[in-house]
């Protein structure tokens, strides 16, 4: 994506004649988990297909809009509808909202998103606290002539989940008894559905659950000098060790059933941010 700044600047131009708001958050809503914005009040909703430069969502689950509005009296902004790799789009296109959102003033973000559970102690319904990535996706969004505007050529990824929004989670989670997971999520170009030999692999490698977004929004945020917090539901178990083939109306059922309790949570930790 050419002049990235300068797109990105236009976009921001954009947003800020449709709204007056100053959004603190931001959240990456994935598969089937975008009931959060039901309890979001003054709600703003900008169409993604109105903003300039901005991909459009092509995913069943995926509604392609922003939605700005308040939870817990905190500012947020909630993408509704996320891009991925194997529609088509570059790296550049994929992570393009979270250049867009720093440049809101946002430096809080929470990614999540609907995938498969390789640790045998998952199952489906499970929300996993994502502590790690592993990228085995063919390209990552900082390739390219870097804009110091952004940040380093070289950005560290040593805590690419910050601890502090890690153990905030914990104790929420614990405080309004939910139950999670923790654990490395892997990231997998798709659209396919890994095959069993490609999970064994990839458990090998010590992920605990694999998916086909996430990691290119994870590694320009923490570019970007953003603290993410990460969160997955786990909607199915990877292939050899569920017994039924997949599907993604499964997938999307199953993350509809723990959306509520998802909710919860996560309105739950804005709340103490």
């Given at each position: 994506m050419e002049n990235l700044y300068n797109k990105v600047?236009?976009?921001?131009?954009?947003?800020?004649?449709?709204?007056?708001?100053?959004?603190?958050?931001?959240?990456?809503?994935g598969s089937g988990l975008g009931d959060i914005v039901k309890n979001m009040t003054n709600k703003e909703i900008i169409d993604y297909k109105d903003i300039p430069n901005f991909p459009k969502s092509t995913v069943e689950g995926h509604q392609g809009c922003l939605v700005i509005g308040k939870l817990h009296g905190v500012e947020v902004l909630a993408m509704k509808g996320?891009?991925?790799?194997?529609?088509?789009?570059?790296?550049?296109?994929?992570?393009?909202?979270?250049?867009?959102?720093?440049?809101?003033?946002?430096d809080t973000l929470i990614i999540t998103n609907a995938c498969g559970g390789i640790n045998t102690s998952f199952e489906p319904g499970n929300l996993m606290i994502i502590n790690d990535f592993i990228n085995l996706m063919p390209g990552n969004p900082l390739i390219g002539l870097n804009d110091e505007?952004?940040?380093?050529?070289?950005?560290?990824?040593?805590?690419?989940?910050?601890?502090?929004?890690?153990?905030?989670?914990?104790?929420?989670?614990?405080?309004?008894?939910?139950?999670?997971?923790?654990g490395v999520y892997a990231g997998f170009m798709g659209p396919y559905y890994e095959t069993a030999a490609e999970?064994?692999?990839?458990?090998?490698f010590g992920a605990d659950a694999v998916g086909m977004s996430t990691v290119p929004e994870t590694i320009v945020a923490n570019y970007l000098e953003m603290n993410v917090l990460g969160i997955s539901c786990i909607t199915n178990m990877?292939?050899?060790?569920?017994?039924?083939?997949?599907?993604?109306e499964r997938?999307?059922?199953?993350?509809?059933?723990?959306?509520?309790?998802?909710?919860?949570?996560?309105?739950?930790?804005?709340?103490?941010?």
């Open positions: 600047m236009e976009t921001i131009k954009y947003i800020n004649s449709r709204t007056t708001r100053c959004p603190q958050i931001g959240i990456i809503l996320r891009f991925h790799y194997f529609e088509g789009y570059s790296m550049k296109e994929v992570t393009y909202p979270v250049f867009v959102m720093k440049q809101l003033g946002i505007r952004f940040g380093p050529r070289f950005p560290d990824m040593t805590e690419p989940f910050k601890l502090q929004l890690i153990e905030k989670a914990k104790v929420v989670a614990d405080k309004l008894h939910v139950p999670y997971k923790e999970i064994r692999m990839i458990g090998k990877a292939t050899g060790i569920q017994k039924v083939k997949h599907s993604h997938v999307v059922e199953t993350a509809n059933r723990a959306s509520q309790l998802f909710c919860i949570w996560l309105e739950g930790i804005i709340k103490e941010l």
